[in-house]
């Protein structure tokens, strides 16, 4: 019956994953619908150069949307946003919206041009307060963003993300891009989503949720104090410290995962795979669940068991490194 629970957990991961790879196409490719009817007209016809600023308050709201070609934020100490770079000749224009809570910036298309007709729709530097709260939504357009404290929301279909930043609050999300996310505030709330891209986190603190469907999944950071990695078929990886009354759960289904945690680690081990391999090397060695089922496990506590990490595969390996 243990058995069969754990097998029913596993297929309600892979379903899961499923759901929220469509729900987050749904979202993201919603951003190259929403130009389609904004006008008639025809694209400009030729590349133009984009050099606007607007003034804003210093933690505002800054919302970008631009279907391909790229997107560069950096953060500046003045309360104002400038924008420069160069929109395609298939663009119709470039759409700046002002309000009492900040500033939207999009990019439009005429009604007769998609997404796969224009490969670089807009090239744009942008500079916003570094307080600002930023959200940035595209379908191939590659996003960068550096130096930001505020809040950071940033999607795409099949661009990639880079988030070098010390946010505490950073949310991520792409179907096939990849996403990199370097720093974040002490005590910070990451995440990261992607269907088949792979998600690179390094030197975060605080709390980190990451899921990934077929991708991998790469954490590299001492300062996490809670922890929830899952995939259902990319490897998953942790290099860094377990933290005095952390908790770490990493589920993989068919993946491996592989953690490099240091033989001194302080943290009970719960460590499980339904026809996989376990490798420790500290520590005890792994059990068979029984002599009918290829099945291995290991629970052991190093130290006074302060932390709490919890890694369980369905058929990938899992390696326990010092």
């Known amino acids: 019956m243990k058995r069969l629970s754990v097998i029913i957990a596993y297929l309600l991961l892979s379903v899961s994953a499923v759901v929220g790879t469509f729900t987050l196409m749904a979202l993201t490719s919603s951003t190259a619908y929403a130009h389609g009817h904004d006008s008639d007209d025809d694209g400009g016809g030729q590349s133009r150069d984009v050099n606007e600023s607007r003034p ?13 070609g790229s997107i560069k934020l950096k953060a500046w100490d003045k309360n104002e ?15 700046i919206n002002s ?33 600002a709260h930023l959200e940035a939504s595209t379908v191939s357009a590659d996003v960068q963003a550096s130096g930001m404290t505020g809040p950071a929301q940033l999607g795409t279909v099949s661009g990639a993300v880079t988030l070098t930043s010390s946010s505490s609050h950073i949310d991520l999300r792409t179907v096939s891009g990849d996403i990199t996310v370097v720093g974040s505030a002490k005590g910070a709330q990451v995440s990261a989503n992607s269907v088949s891209g792979t998600v690179r986190l390094s030197d ?12 991998e999944i790469k954490l590299v950071s001492r300062h996490v104090s809670n922890l929830k990695l ?32 240091g033989s001194s680690a302080d943290a009970r081990f719960d460590v499980s795979s339904f026809s996989g391999d376990i490798d420790n090397n500290f520590g005890p060695k792994p059990t068979r669940v029984s002599k009918y089922s290829p099945g291995m496990e290991l629970h052991f506590s190093n130290g006074s068991g302060a932390a709490t990490l919890t890694a369980r595969t369905l058929s990938g390996d899992i390696h326990l490194h010092d």
């Open 81 to 95: 946003v400038s924008i420069t770079g160069t929109l395609g000749p298939l663009v119709q224009r470039l759409e």
């Open 56 to 68: 804003i308050k210093a933690d505002g709201e800054v919302r970008i949307d631009n279907v391909a």
């Open 204 to 215: 975060v603190d605080g709390s980190v949720d990451a899921e990934n469907v077929s991708g």
């Open 230 to 261: 899952s995939s259902t078929s990319g490897d998953l990886t942790f290099e860094g410290e377990l933290l005095k009354g952390g908790n770490y759960d990493i589920n993989n289904v068919s993946g491996d995962v592989d953690l490099m945690v």
């Open 99 to 131: 309000s009492d809570s900040g500033l939207e910036i999009r990019v439009v298309l005429p009604h007769n041009v998609d997404s796969d007709s224009c490969e670089e729709c807009a090239d744009l530097e942008i500079q916003v307060p570094k307080g």
